[in-house]
């Protein structure tokens, strides 16, 4: 048999890999100043949430002598949050968390229907940042000559610019600093202490603190904060469907894309103005997208760019996934021009506002606003606390009876000095008295209140010798007004030795 040869086999080349960097090197964002409805609307809401954020620790409320005049405080001194004339004590935080609810909530309600509109239009990052970039604009020029001035050396004219810049945004942000210690304490009064050096140490730390994530987030980090930092659009997909309204581009009319005057190409001349204006830099076209906050500048810069061609506006705009769909199965078979864009408008459809997860949405709101009104209506104006000593729990007398010692604070949130009657209800023989305090004809002790704060009593109830009962009794301390009606009532125990 001849000998059977085999094939050479060669070794396989190793593959070369080339691993990608860990970290990217920032691309700076340039936007671009734009025109139009949209941003229109985002300088209103702008002008509107600064000027309440800087103005309203100004705003005055008589409550009274001896009280804070601030409309809205945070008293930490006091222990008091006011507002206007709502005013929240420490063991009412369940009204914040009934707040921070119904924000969240509506946060979610408002995103289901009209996607991102509150990181497009309200977000502090975004409000805060639309003014450092207005003042960018106004000193270093517009997108093209930051640019250009960037790419310069270091002359006179880019020191000039830049330390100008940048001097406007700490002014900016040091009013935001100083803005917000006001919220805790009164304006009127702290602000001569602050300019004179006689604040305490706390309110320059948060003056500072604020001063500084305010220059460096609206000026330096701007898009980083709702690419990275913001853990917002990770989950706002679970809060969007195809009836929320997002922005979007119409790619059915747009495609494809060209010169303007040429034949066969949808209305997009790829001009890239919607990339030029986007504060986060990206390229709706691309679809929906993580980086996009919803602002709706770049619908402003295409209408622009359509008017200009005399072609219709809307290339770019707010709409459902679902009208966007239905228009293009309706166009989908019409060639590029005035007839593909006529059709596709014509299949349009209405935003359906009543959908299940938006009843939803309405139920948990409606539920949350129904518990906090009813527990404001429901809102006890007296409050007693009962702690009984409990080194020793009980005090045996020379005389074999039984001593137990409490004590009693007696809170008052109105502006008035009330009177009760402290009541013990328990087993029939257990004798009552309250230091430092009156007592009625009857016997039972007159306890008094304070205006709007605590006052402290000590209660002491004996058990005479003799009076046989468990070693741990249940007993209640009842506060009853002038007509006989319980105002509040507090139970706690009376302990003895075991029988």
Request: charged letters at 20%.
């Given at each position: 048999?001849?000998?059977?040869?085999?094939?050479?086999?060669?070794?396989?080349?190793?593959?070369?890999?080339?691993?990608?960097?860990?970290?990217?090197?920032?691309?700076?964002?340039?936007?671009?100043?734009?025109?139009?409805?949209?941003?229109?609307?985002?300088?209103?809401?702008?002008?509107?949430?600064?000027?309440?954020?800087?103005?309203?620790?100004?705003?005055?409320?008589?409550?009274?002598?001896?009280?804070?005049?601030?409309?809205?405080?945070?008293?930490m001194n006091a222990g008091r949050?006011?507002?206007?004339?709502?005013?929240?004590?420490?063991?009412?935080?369940?009204?914040?968390?009934?707040?921070?609810?119904?924000?969240?909530?509506?946060?979610?309600?408002?995103?289901?229907?009209?996607?991102?509109?509150?990181?497009?239009?309200?977000?502090?990052?975004?409000?805060?940042?639309?003014?450092?970039?207005?003042?960018?604009?106004?000193?270093?020029?517009?997108?093209?000559?930051?640019?250009?001035?960037?790419?310069?050396?270091?002359?006179?004219?880019?020191?000039?610019?830049?330390?100008?810049?940048?001097?406007?945004?700490?002014?900016?942000?040091?009013?935001?600093?100083?803005?917000?210690?006001?919220?805790?304490?009164?304006?009127?009064?702290?602000?001569?202490?602050?300019?004179?050096?006689?604040?305490?140490?706390?309110?320059?730390?948060?003056?500072?603190?604020?001063?500084?994530?305010?220059?460096l987030l609206a000026g330096w980090?701007?898009?980083?904060?709702?690419?990275?930092?913001?853990?917002?659009?990770?989950?706002?997909?679970?809060?969007?469907?195809e009836n929320s309204l997002v922005?979007?581009?119409?790619?059915?009319?747009?495609?494809?894309?060209?010169?303007?005057?040429?034949?066969?190409?949808?209305?997009?001349?790829?001009?890239?103005?919607?990339?030029?204006?986007?504060?986060?830099?990206?390229?709706?076209?691309?679809?929906?997208?993580?980086?996009?906050?919803?602002?709706?500048?770049?619908?402003?810069?295409?209408?622009?760019?359509?008017?200009?061609?005399?072609?219709?506006?809307?290339?770019?705009?707010?709409?459902?996934?679902?009208?966007?769909?239905?228009?293009?199965?309706?166009?989908?078979?019409?060639?590029?021009?005035?007839?593909?864009?006529?059709?596709?408008?014509?299949?349009?459809?209405?935003?359906?506002?009543?959908?299940?997860?938006?009843?939803?949405?309405?139920?948990?709101?409606?539920?949350?606003?129904?518990?906090?009104?009813?527990?404001?209506?429901?809102?006890?104006?007296?409050?007693?606390?009962?702690?009984?000593?409990?080194?020793?729990?009980?005090?045996?007398?020379?005389?074999?009876?039984?001593?137990?010692?409490?004590?009693?604070?007696?809170?008052?949130?109105?502006?008035?000095?009330?009177?009760?009657?402290?009541?013990?209800?328990?087993?029939?023989?257990?004798?009552?008295?309250?230091?430092?305090?009156?007592?009625?004809?009857?016997?039972?002790?007159?306890?008094?209140?304070?205006?709007?704060?605590?006052?402290?009593?000590?209660?002491?109830?004996?058990?005479?010798?003799?009076?046989?009962?468990?070693?741990?009794?249940?007993?209640?301390?009842?506060?009853?007004?002038?007509?006989?009606?319980?105002?509040?009532?507090?139970?706690?125990?009376?302990?003895?030795?075991?029988?």
């Amino acid at each position: 048999m001849g000998e059977v040869k085999h094939p050479e086999r060669t070794q396989p080349e190793a593959p070369t890999t080339t691993s990608a960097p860990l970290y990217a090197t920032r691309q700076k964002v340039y936007p671009k100043a734009v025109h139009g409805s949209v941003r229109r609307a985002k300088w209103l809401i702008l002008a509107l949430c600064l000027g309440l954020y800087y103005t309203v620790p100004l705003i005055r409320w008589d409550r009274g002598p001896e009280m804070p005049d601030q409309a809205v405080l945070v008293d930490m001194n006091a222990g008091r949050l006011f507002f206007f004339w709502i005013e929240i004590w420490p063991q009412e935080v369940y009204y914040l968390t009934g707040l921070l609810m119904l924000g969240a909530i509506g946060l979610f309600a408002a995103t289901s229907l009209f996607g991102r509109v509150w990181c497009g239009f309200a977000c502090p990052q975004t409000v805060w940042t639309d003014l450092f970039m207005l003042v960018e604009r106004k000193v270093q020029g517009d997108r093209n000559a930051r640019m250009k001035l960037d790419l310069q050396p270091w002359t006179g004219e880019w020191l000039r610019k830049k330390a100008l810049t940048h001097a406007i945004w700490l002014g900016i942000a040091a009013a935001t600093g100083g803005a917000w210690i006001m919220y805790f304490n009164d304006a009127l009064e702290m602000t001569p202490r602050f300019f004179t050096g006689q604040a305490s140490l706390e309110v320059y730390f948060f003056f500072g603190l604020f001063t500084a994530t305010t220059y460096l987030l609206a000026g330096w980090a701007r898009e980083q904060v709702c690419t990275y930092m913001c853990p917002w659009p990770r989950f706002q997909a679970a809060m969007l469907d195809e009836n929320s309204l997002v922005v979007t581009y119409r790619a059915w009319r747009g495609e494809p894309r060209g010169k303007a005057k040429a034949e066969g190409i949808g209305d997009c001349v790829d001009c890239r103005a919607c990339v030029h204006v986007c504060p986060t830099g990206i390229d709706i076209r691309d679809g929906q997208q993580l980086e996009c906050i919803g602002c709706g500048l770049c619908i402003d810069a295409c209408d622009d760019v359509m008017g200009k061609l005399g072609r219709p506006k809307g290339l770019i705009a707010f709409e459902t996934l679902t009208s966007l769909a239905a228009s293009e199965a309706a166009a989908q078979f019409v060639p590029p021009g005035p007839q593909r864009s006529a059709c596709g408008m014509q299949a349009r459809r209405p935003q359906k506002i009543i959908r299940p997860r938006t009843l939803i949405y309405a139920g948990v709101l409606t539920l949350v606003v129904a518990v906090m009104a009813g527990s404001w209506l429901l809102r006890q104006t007296t409050s007693l606390a009962v702690l009984r000593d409990r080194a020793p729990i009980f005090v045996k007398l020379s005389d074999g009876g039984i001593r137990n010692a409490y004590t009693l604070k007696l809170g008052d949130k109105t502006r008035g000095v009330e009177a009760y009657n402290l009541v013990l209800d328990g087993p029939k023989g257990l004798h009552l008295i309250v230091l430092d305090a009156e007592s009625d004809p009857s016997g039972a002790p007159v306890l008094t209140t304070r205006p709007d704060g605590i006052t402290q009593w000590r209660a002491l109830v004996t058990a005479p010798a003799g009076l046989k009962l468990p070693d741990s009794v249940p007993v209640t301390f009842k506060l009853v007004d002038a007509r006989g009606h319980t105002e509040v009532s507090t139970a706690s125990v009376f302990l003895g030795p075991k029988p």
